[in-house]
């Protein structure tokens, strides 16, 4: 799955998101709306994660859509 095609079913995809990572809020998740730099950026600051780090979360959950 692409990212332009998670961007446009955020509102589906939200409860994958949480279940994925929990540490996210609704509000973090309504304030993200799709955007993967800031899914990134929350990830980060949540799970004290490095970019990189991050990053490979994201495309390997991302591959599992």
Do not use: S
């Not at 998670?6 to 279940?19: A, C, M, R, T």
């Not at 609704?26 to 980060?44: H, S, T, Y």
Request: net charge neutral; aromatic share 8%.
């Amino acid at each position: 799955m692409d990212w332009n095609r998670i961007e446009g079913n955020w509102k589906q995809l939200k409860g994958k998101v949480k279940e994925q990572w929990g540490h996210l809020t609704d509000d973090d998740l309504d304030k993200i709306a799709g955007k993967r730099e800031q899914l990134e950026g929350k990830i980060q600051e949540r799970y004290g994660l490095d970019k990189d780090a991050v990053r490979k979360h994201v495309d390997d959950w991302i591959n599992k859509q």
